[in-house]
């Protein structure tokens, strides 16, 4: 095991794993991915950051290497997921948009949000490392490559078109950042 998984293992233990929802975020910490568990939240976010039975990362929508944090609610109840799920959907891909494969309505409700869990997934030095705008922008060009030959070669369907557009948004931010 390298030491990168290591401080992953070890980080994840800390991670409630309730069922609730859940945030994938970059390394500057905003979200990229909003997900729900009702298997409880620790399994389901090691499910993606191993690739293991995970459709955002077989799908190619999401770079596990740009995973830094993951930030959780967990809930008592499961029928509070969905809406807080939709809530936390909203939020987000109002300010960035989101990766996730469909799009969430508003709920009709306000949702009370319950206490925010964060868990630091990679070694700080790492994360600051691969901050550099020369690692984003080549592994964000890489990660836009295999998203578009994904689509040509396996399937053209609209939410990995949408998880496109929201690759190519950072991949400008990045190459602005860049020069």
Known sequence: MSDAQGFRKVALADLSDDIGVYALCDLDG???????????????VRRHLTSARSDIIANRQVDVWEIAYVWAWPVRDQADIEPLEAALFQRFDAQKPLMNGKVLPQ????IAEPEKQIIQVIEEGERVRRLRPDQRLERQIRQYG??????????????????????????VSYHKTFL
Do not use: C, M, N, W
């Not at 557009?165 to 950072?170: I, N, P, S, V």
């Open 107 to 110: 709920p009709a409700t306000d």
């Open 146 to 171: 295999i998203l578009v030959d994904y689509i040509l070669t396996v399937k053209s369907a609209p939410h990995l078109k949408r998880a496109l557009d929201a690759h190519f948004e950072r991949l």
């Open 30 to 44: 905003v979200p990229i991915y909003v997900g729900q568990s009702v298997d409880g939240i620790r399994s389901r």
